[in-house]
């Protein structure tokens, strides 16, 4: 059974710091695309970053480009998220997602 599990979340002052942990399970990540995508009330879901299965290849929205870093640790069979200079905007509902499936997601909240 697929299952992706989400932590890391928290509250955190602006310009502080957060790591996201995507813990895989039923499943070897190391043969999948892992995304993050992230959520606030009324607007879509959006994509934040991802990570290849080949070679390890990223990509990150613009918004977070600089700031975040995602990794993997296949022995682990967990993504990383690393979020650097945070800012209000950030806040939101964050999902890891391998293609059909989504975890619950970790609430991310940037506040003074």
């Known amino acids: 059974q697929v299952q992706l599990v989400e932590s890391g979340g928290g509250l955190v002052q602006p310009g502080g710091s957060l790591r996201l942990s995507c813990a895989a399970s039923?499943?070897?990540?190391?043969?999948?695309?892992i995304g993050w995508f992230r959520q606030v009330p009324g607007k879509e879901r959006e994509g934040v970053s991802c990570?290849?299965?080949?070679?390890?290849?990223?990509y990150y929205a613009d918004s977070v480009k600089g700031r975040f870093t995602i990794s993997r640790d296949n022995a682990k069979n967990t993504v990383y998220l690393q979020m650097n200079s945070l800012k209000p905007e950030d806040t939101g509902v964050y999902y890891c997602k391998r293609f059909p499936y989504w975890g619950r997601g970790t609430q991310v909240t940037v506040s003074s």
């Open positions: 990570i290849s299965s080949s070679d390890a290849s990223t």
């Open positions: 039923g499943f070897s990540l190391d043969y999948y695309n």
